[in-house]
């Protein structure tokens, strides 16, 4: 098998399963659990993301938002940054070379204090819980 067809292949069988958990997800109303709030109690920085997809997909934005607030600025940007990184694997771009490792590399340590910040805030804050309107 040519290594383009391998790599189209892969990235075809990745979009299916997210695709499939986003259907699945819409159609039953349902997402993951957040194991770090199960054992803790606590809302960690991804928390209410699956809900907040949901409310999304359903056209309900401002639900979305109350979800996961931190999420609204990252979706579009953070949804075409992959699609763009899967095409980079597509075309065999070496990973060092990724967009994607590129910005982490640069904007890695900003955003793992802004998503520290923002989990603690959310636990002492109730504007920042995820809850329904």
């Known amino acids: 098998m040519k290594p383009i067809i391998k790599r189209c292949l892969i990235v075809t069988l990745i979009i299916s399963f997210i695709l499939l958990y986003a259907f ?14 199960q054992f803790t ?16 997909l359903n056209g309900d934005w401002m639900q979305a938002f109350r979800y996961n607030v931190l999420l609204m600025p990252f979706i ?15 075309k065999g771009v070496s990973p ?8 982490t590399k640069r904007f890695g ?16 804050l109730d504007i920042l819980a995820p809850t329904m309107l």
Request: with cysteine; proline share 4%.
């Open 76 to 90: 579009i940007p953070g949804v075409l940054l992959l699609l763009f990184t899967a095409w980079q694997y597509i």
């Open 24 to 37: 699945l997800s819409y159609r039953f109303q349902a997402g993951f659990i957040c194991v770090f709030y």
């Open 96 to 103: 060092q070379d990724f967009l994607i490792f590129r910005i």
């Open 109 to 124: 340590i900003p955003i793992a204090i802004l998503l520290l910040v923002y989990g603690f805030l959310r636990n002492i």
């Open 41 to 56: 109690g606590w809302y960690c920085p991804g928390c209410g993301i699956g809900r907040s997809v949901l409310s999304l």
